[in-house]
């Protein structure tokens, strides 16, 4: 074997049996063979267990679909390279044209853009509604072959908490296959309800360090087969190094949630006694308008905390300038903080009706709390609102 042939047929390691790596290793490879042609037919007929090419399945994505799958509470689980991309996914996968879809006014912006503009162009219409409106959720289910419910809870930003067992029940009764997307309340959530699809973001608490994007969808095995049928030949894989990171995410996820969840409680607080605070949006809170709801549904209220400051753009810009330990940035569940200053949440696609309901207003302050010392935080902020006022 020549040098040039030798570099592309390196030697191989094999590693004993009894003597595993205590991490898996990444499967950074986009092929797979089999010893023989046959075996390789067998398996591309589906008559045997393998790998062939990563589009379609790889060892690495395998392992933290199966993680993900269980923490859930489902049987199956498909990644695809970002969190917009189970949205747009799930939809193309069950929808057909002149299919129906009940969505939200205070759904996550690309959701609705998905809904509005994308799947609009294949003749799917849609409902929009406030996820606070029980009596038109009802109405539009009882009266419309609804094809999906397409919800969140906690809501972005001001965390209002979806009624998932009156919505569930009513989509079931009526035939309407319901898609949570579960991101701001975690894999750890809602698992218990009788809902059909779960989506996330991995870009947010499974990676957790903001270094990596990536999305899971999370169902019962006949619905994810379906999908992943389509899926292979759409093409919005993860990349394996990409599932590792996510995987090795997911060893301190609960730490970090836990942590995050216990500083936006502080924060909170700490928020709902300052004068230049109108009011504040945070589930954990009894003031919050669902807090009986949120406390039933939930095992902790999520690390988005917004509040709505006593002045406009110019003071919510310089209290988001002035702050130390929170940085003006996009996503959130990362473990540190960021802001989102009342300007970049302005919501311009809004009707002025759906505005109203969607309760953001020209102070609407959004904040992603992180796992800092929860006094550096607080003394942040505190001092960041005496400069906004000044
Ligand atoms: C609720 C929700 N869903 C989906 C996404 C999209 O995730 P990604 O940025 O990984 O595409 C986000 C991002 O902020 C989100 O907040």
Redesign the pocket.
Known sequence: MKHNTFVNHPPEVEVPSDNRPLVAPIYQSVKFSFDDAGETLRYLRGEREGFYYSRTSNPTLRQLELLLAQLQGREECLLVG??????AATALALCKQGDHILAFIES?P??RYIVQHVLAKYGVTHSLLSIEDRDAIERVLGERSTRLALF?SPT?PVTKIADIEHLTAHARRSGCLTVM?N??AGFHNHGGFDVDVF?H????YASGHGDV???AIIARRELIAGMRKDLVSLGPTLDPHAAFLIQRGMKTYFLRYERQCANALAVSRFLQGHARVKRVFYPGLESHPQHALAKRQMNDFGTVVSFELDGGFEQGNRFAEALRFFSIA???GSTESLVTPPQLMSGQEYTPEQRAASLITRGTVRLSIGIEDVEDLRQDLAQALDQAFV
């Open positions: 970002s969190g917009v991309a189970t949205i996550y690309p959701t969140e972005n997307d991101t701001f989506l973001s991995l870009t947010k994007m990536g999305g996009a996503s959130l």
